[in-house]
């Protein structure tokens, strides 16, 4: 029998709408789902390998308890009631003798988040954060202290564009399908695309303009612009009159950062950043600087990610067509009521607030609690600062592979008392952890309501497309299954995934079986905007963009800090990490189809700096940093900066149940040193300084 289901992809955190064909209960092809605009029907590769990842044999197939030291890949099978209640009993033992406090519940921000949120919180911990914390807490930060939304509130209106401007930002690569082939025809009509990284992507394949700009010194372009684009009057004096807090300090603030002291910062020449402030401020405001995705590049993180948005400011294009939209929700499209949480429940009342990271609290104080500062978890465990943590929940995301400084990050998760990890594969994490409880695939489960807030706001739904191959559960049931356990049941209120939509959808006048045609349910027939004129809803104190941010000021932060340049070691580089189209962070490197594309990570090394070293393409090199060091192989390119190396984030897997990913390459982590972005708490993942020898 053959059917169609509409559902959501998980192949990465963008969730892109697909059409699943199923015949006789297996999984035949995937497409993009045609109901909704501008997919066309396109998917990317990792989704069109979902189906090898669903059949692997090398998948977590049934729940384990480690039988033999951590990571020696012994593990001994159980039944679910056995992995859960073993999973309370040391629960319940650690909670007695440290509180609930010592354990930390980390995920990749998913749909059943909210859930997870309410575990924590009804068995009396203040500690959870996701994945997003070490991607794109620093941009989170900046826009919340710039126009009070996350940046997870607004978009690229890319199908109205005249001109973008990306800072590393590898849309061509780093994939969200709706997005780019709405991009793609805009640039098919004449959009330019302005494309800056010291390395060569496909995005800057692409583009009209390509600058390869110094590794770390996208800041000082920025402030560059300002000051032409100030100096000049080309600027929307009206929106900035009516819309920005600041803008006079700005306007001396920018007085010394001309294009000539760019230059010499990023290697740009002085008349191409006078030529690229003047075109984008052409076709204001559909103009976009774009904030980016992963915000988790340097130590200066949060200053440059609020440039861009200052520079988007000046060209009046926030809440323009053309330009950033705040997205919008049920409210916005006439509903009285949201979507029901469950972390909106009243919890008991917890004995210590105090959280691991100091998130919102005294170290990281305007850092969103939301997404924690996953970057403390180690200082958190190994200093037990500020109390001893013992328990660590990984739901599918991996600490060791993705947070920086491998060693350490090793030290500390070997330190720990309970590792209770939930996946499909077997990662870093996964194979140091006490007991596996294994998740079923996102083609075999059904998950919570997503809220798709945008322009034409709609929700969306997973839904089961197979039965589980194996004997695996979704997330929601394992955390239920595990709240009953400590005592705390009564906060998850179901027992199926429909309990879970009704629940959600209480307060609405809307049904599960809206969803059966198409997989949503569509909000607006027509593209939300508001009055740019005079009704932009900003959320910061002002109700105005906030150059000088009324949040930063008050927690004693300098809004506009001097510049400060960059430091220079001539004999080494500083590396860089990122994503191919190939893979998902540490998630895909297993996946039978996705290996085959691309196994293994070398290092991006300048072609001059090579010939120096006696280097040639794909030869063996130790590559060495405080932080660690490894041997791995060579790509000797003219498409890198001089000054960079870059290597693919992902690889270096160890854990033997992953066979084909096993010993292939070697992890960034490995070479990342412990540095931060101070206001954010993003890690600087591109700011270590790295030494290359051939071997």
């Not at 919008?328 to 004995?351: C, H, I, R, V």
Request: aromatic fraction near 10%.
């Amino acid at each position: 029998m053959k059917k169609i289901v509409n559902t959501l992809c998980f192949m990465c955190s963008v969730r892109c709408p697909i059409q699943v064909v199923v015949e006789n209960e297996q999984v035949i092809s995937i497409r993009g789902n045609p109901h909704v605009p501008a997919m066309n029907g396109g998917i990317c590769p990792k989704a069109a390998a979902a189906i090898a990842s669903l059949n692997d044999p090398q998948r977590v197939r049934y729940p384990v308890i480690r039988d033999g030291e951590r990571g020696s890949g012994r593990w001994k099978r159980v039944s679910w009631t056995e992995a859960l209640d073993y999973t309370a009993d040391r629960c319940k033992d650690i909670f007695d003798k440290h509180g609930a406090r010592s354990s930390i519940y980390c995920e990749r921000a998913n749909l059943i988040s909210d859930i997870s949120k309410s575990f924590q919180k009804a068995i009396g911990s203040p500690n959870h954060f996701t994945h997003d914390t070490v991607c794109k807490g620093a941009i989170n930060t900046a826009c919340r202290t710039t126009i009070g939304y996350t940046d997870g509130q607004i978009n690229a209106d890319w199908s109205n564009a005249k001109h973008v401007v990306l800072y590393g930002r590898n849309v061509f690569e780093s994939i969200e399908i709706k997005a780019m082939n709405s991009f793609i025809s805009a640039l098919e009509k004449g959009t330019k695309l302005t494309y800056i990284d010291p390395r060569v992507t496909l995005t800057a394949a692409k583009a009209t303009d390509y600058k390869m700009i110094r590794p770390g010194s996208d800041l000082a372009l920025n402030y560059a612009l300002m000051h032409v684009i100030i100096e000049e009057n080309l600027y929307d004096a009206d929106y900035v009159k009516r819309w920005v807090e600041g803008f006079e300090e700005l306007c001396n603030f920018v007085i010394p950062y001309t294009p000539q002291w760019a230059e010499k910062e990023t290697g740009i020449p002085a008349g191409e950043i006078v030529s690229l402030a003047r075109e984008v401020s052409k076709v204001k405001p559909a103009a976009v600087f774009h904030y980016g995705y992963r915000g988790s590049h340097h130590t200066k993180e949060t200053y440059f990610r609020r440039s861009i948005l200052i520079l988007n400011a000046l060209m009046g294009s926030i809440e323009s067509k053309g330009g950033i939209f705040i997205k919008k929700g049920l409210k916005d499209a006439g509903y009285q009521n949201g979507l029901k949480t469950f972390s909106s429940q009243k919890f008991p009342e917890m004995e210590d607030t105090r959280r691991f990271d100091g998130c919102g609290q005294d170290k990281f104080p305007i850092a969103d609690p939301s997404h924690g500062v996953g970057y403390m978890l180690p200082h958190a465990i190994l200093n037990e600062d500020p109390y001893p943590i013992k328990a660590l929940f990984a739901f599918r995301y991996d600490p060791l592979l993705s947070n920086p400084d491998y060693n350490t990050n090793l030290k500390a998760l070997k330190k720990l008392d309970l590792i209770v990890a939930s996946d499909v594969n077997f990662g870093g994490t996964t194979a140091l952890a006490d007991v596996i409880l294994p998740e079923s695939f996102f083609l075999e489960r059904s998950d919570p309501l997503q809220m798709g807030s945008s322009l034409k706001p709609a929700i969306n739904r997973r839904i089961a497309c197979v039965e589980p191959l194996f004997d695996t559960k979704p997330m929601w049931w394992i955390v239920k299954q595990l709240a009953e356990r400590l005592g705390a049941g009564q906060y998850f209120p179901y027992e199926t995934v429909e309990d879970i939509w009704n629940y959600q959808l209480a307060d609405l006048d809307i049904k599960i079986e809206d969803f059966d045609e198409t997989g949503f349910v569509s909000l607006s027939d027509k593209a939300i905007w508001w009055d740019r004129n005079d009704g932009i809803k900003f959320k910061t104190p002002s109700a105005k963009i906030e150059v000088v941010s009324s949040m930063m000021e008050s927690h004693g932060i300098p809004s506009l800090p001097p510049y400060e340049a960059l430091d220079s070691k001539p004999e080494a580089f500083r590396l860089m990490c990122g994503r191919c189209v190939a893979h998902t962070n540490v998630m895909t490197q297993n996946n039978a189809y996705l290996n085959n594309l691309v196994p293994e990570n070398r290092l991006w090394i300048n072609d001059r700096r090579a010939m120096a070293l006696g280097i040639a393409d794909n030869d063996r090199i130790l590559v060495e940093s405080k932080a660690g060091k490894g041997e791995m192989r060579a790509y000797v390119t003219d498409m890198i900066h001089p000054e960079a190396a870059f290597m693919l984030h992902g690889f270096g897997h160890k854990e033997v149940d992953s066979k084909r990913s096993f010993g292939k390459g070697l992890p960034d982590a490995l070479f990342q040193e412990r540095l931060h972005d101070k206001i954010g708490g993003s890690p600087a993942l591109d700011h270590s300084w790295i030494t290359v020898n051939k071997i």
